[in-house]
């Protein structure tokens, strides 16, 4: 997708339903959607052991893994 201004409802599609906080911080890293998939898609790989080095991520990407790191309603979501 090209680069765009994400509205509020484009980031809920990707991360879920989270405190409108989060949402905010994360619309105002400036993120792309790529960049919050990115973040997405490291995080995936396993938090119990997180990656210290962040290789491949963008510095933008890397603030969205610290904004849902620090949200305790997506660490629930995907712990099961």
């Known amino acids: 997708p090209r680069q765009q201004h994400l509205e509020f409802k484009d ?14 911080a994360i619309l105002a890293t400036g993120a792309t959607y790529a960049e919050i ?9 396993g938090r119990e052991e997180p990656q210290v080095d962040s290789e491949g ?21 995907t712990e099961e």
Request: proline letters at 5%; hydrophobic letters at 50%.
């Open 11 to 24: 980031v809920v599609h990707l991360v879920g339903d989270l405190e409108d906080a989060t949402i905010a």
């Open 37 to 45: 998939e990115q973040a997405l898609k490291w995080m995936g790989g």
């Open 57 to 77: 991520l963008t510095p933008t990407a890397e603030m969205v893994c610290d904004i849902l790191l620090a949200d305790p309603a997506y660490d629930e979501d």
